[in-house]
């Protein structure tokens, strides 16, 4: 592995605490400013992989480099700096419900601030601007200054994303961000994603339940199935085939956020004969 590639792993096993394992044999390389998202079954893993990615957890086989960094070889303090270059948005966001909403964004920065600038945006928030320039994004500038206990659980999904937004990371990685939004939304906060990595380089890797929103903002596809690595390609170039076989388990039914998505809207290479 090279410090070429913002996120590198190499064979990576994982096996979690209680004997289970959670990935096998894992390869993935990622180019500063690439936008891949992974996709597969309840269970397959993509959890543990966006963590892994964002230095939350720890293989227990392979190597990983991030940002050209080994994150498992670092001082605490070089880890944590190391952290503060990665953006990490959670399905369920750990945002204190107290907390109110601007107050939640900033915290995007923490990382780079000073404790006493950090002490100080908790008592006056110093860039109100620019959260709500963030929330903006996200359809959510009028909530600025609600407390986060009385938002929906799809408004806190998209404080979370506010809050990455506003952090502005060099490697921003997204646990299926938009499973509690209607149709409109979700691609309204998945395009958002995509925008902030083209607009500022940073590479986007996003896990996504549905398959229909990974087809349409994304150049490159994983499938992941039971812990491995089950197809890496082009999205032109996944095929209902593909995709049917890695969800064999789930039914007949692929997972899509847009009701009455139909196969034959896939993106897909034109076939031989009507190139001709």
Not at 24 to 49: C, D, E, H, M, Y
Not at 54 to 65: F, N, P, T
Not at 191 to 220: I, N, P, Y
């Amino acid at each position: 592995m090279t410090a070429e590639a913002a996120l590198a792993l190499e064979d990576v096993g994982l096996v979690h605490a209680n004997g289970q394992r959670a990935l096998q044999g894992v390869t993935l390389r990622l180019a500063p400013g690439a936008r891949v998202a992974v996709i597969g079954p309840s269970g397959a893993g993509k959890t543990s992989l966006l963590r892994i990615a964002g230095a939350g957890l720890r293989v227990s086989e392979g190597r990983v480099a991030l940002l050209g960094a080994h994150p498992w070889q670092l001082r605490a303090a070089e880890l944590r700096k190391l952290r503060a270059r990665i953006g990490l948005i959670h399905q369920s966001p750990p945002i204190p419900p107290r907390l109110r909403v601007i107050t939640a964004v900033l915290a995007g920065r923490l990382g780079r601030w000073s404790a006493a600038r950090a002490l100080a945006s908790l008592l006056m928030p110093s860039d109100i601007a620019g959260a709500q320039a963030a929330l903006a994004r996200l359809d959510l500038a009028d909530r600025l200054f609600d407390r986060c206990d009385r938002l929906s659980g799809g408004q806190l999904q998209r404080v979370g994303m506010a809050r990455v937004l506003y952090q502005a990371p060099e490697l921003l990685l997204a646990d299926e961000p938009v499973s509690a939004l209607d149709p409109a939304l979700a691609d309204l906060a998945v395009g958002e994603l995509v925008a902030q990595s083209r607009d500022t380089g940073a590479t986007l890797l996003a896990s996504l339940h549905a398959v229909d929103l990974a087809l349409k903002w994304f150049d490159r596809i994983v499938g992941l199935r039971a812990g491995s690595v089950a197809f890496d390609a082009p999205a032109g170039e996944v095929s209902r085939a593909m995709l049917q076989e890695l969800y064999a388990t789930e039914g007949s039914l692929l997972p899509t956020q847009a009701a009455g998505f139909e196969l034959d809207r896939l993106r897909m290479p034109m076939p031989a004969a009507a190139c001709r």
